[in-house]
């Protein structure tokens, strides 16, 4: 195989690798991106979310409020939501499912859009959060039904 030859072959089945991708989040550019919802940059780590659709398409949210309300907004069918992320308060760097972590809401968190969330990997961190900041935990359900303050 000539060395042009190859490397149409290496791009095409990378390129076909690619394409049967399962959707998935992707890095969110610090103080550039706008919130989906409430159209502010976003800036902290710590409150950001995301929504990834069947398609593939991302979007972003500076606060876990806002992610939230954009749900119920139902600007995105529920059956073309994929996934539900959100970054963990403690661990910035690192994404959680949505669904899966617990929140924080406490008046002493300071969030982007005042919704007084904070996304948190269940267990004794997030007790122990609890226990320091007050408030109470709970699951991404309890988020949903009812109207907060945030976004």
């Known amino acids: 195989m000539t060395g042009a030859l190859a490397c149409r ?41 995301e929504l990834v659709t069947s398609k593939g398409l991302v979007y972003t949210f500076d606060d876990v409020g806002c992610l939230a309300a954009f749900l119920r907004e139902g600007t995105v069918a529920e059956t073309q939501v994929h996934s539900l992320w959100v970054y ?6 690192s994404m959680l499912d949505a669904r899966r972590a617990v929140y924080l809401r406490a008046d002493t968190l300071r969030t982007p859009m005042s ?20 408030g109470e935990l ?10 907060g303050d945030g976004g």
């Open 9 to 49: 072959a290496a791009a095409l089945a990378a390129l076909l690798v690619g394409g049967c991708a399962s959707p998935a989040p992707r890095p969110i550019a610090w103080g550039e991106e706008r919130c989906r919802h409430c159209h502010m940059t976003i800036a902290d780590p710590r409150f950001a979310a």
């Open 88 to 93: 963990d308060y403690l661990r910035p760097d």
């Open 115 to 134: 919704s007084h969330l904070a996304a948190l990997r269940p267990g004794p961190a997030a007790d122990s959060l609890r226990a320091r900041l007050g």
């Open 138 to 147: 709970v699951a991404w359900d309890r988020l949903l039904p009812a109207r």
